[in-house]
């Protein structure tokens, strides 16, 4: 979750997996659902009706994240990270290649906390890596806290580039 009083930064590829979801919700999964849970009203007896019970349940979670994603959208700052000027220094969107104490390179993409990926490298704007890579340069090292403790990594690289939606 972001910040108390900061804004819901996001990509254009993030807004889109989420606007997808959405609409897969709204234009699928919800009909689909609707649709047994009628059908299995239909059939009498709702107390003892498998279908009817985890029907009404399948529609509460898919209504709870329809509410949750339209919130996130409403709240939405999209930052293209395409459009920014050439820059060294490390903003939101920035696609950063770090180095380690141990030398090993690692590249990821600052992005909103809502496409957060660790396995493709995309780390939420509020990380503490990413909170530290914040404003430093190509060249510049920065400290931060992590799990393991303490560490340093030096800023290899910082390009802005698109970001895939998928």
Known sequence: ????????????????????????????????????????????????????????????????????????????????????EPTEQVFFGATVTICDEQGLANTYQIVGVDETDFAPGRISWVSPLARALLKAREGDSVRFQSPAGWREVEVLAVEYRSIDPL
């Open 1 to 84: 979750m972001a910040p108390q009083g900061t804004r819901n930064y996001i990509t254009p590829g993030g807004h889109a997996r989420i606007r997808a979801e959405l609409e897969q919700l709204l234009r699928v999964e919800r009909p689909q659902v609707v649709s047994v849970v009628q059908w299995a009203a239909s059939n009498g007896d709702r107390s003892e009706n498998a279908d009817y019970i985890y029907g009404k349940r399948r529609l509460r979670e898919i209504d709870r994240r329809i509410r949750f994603l339209t919130k996130r959208l409403d709240l939405a700052a999209i930052v293209d990270p395409a459009r920014r």
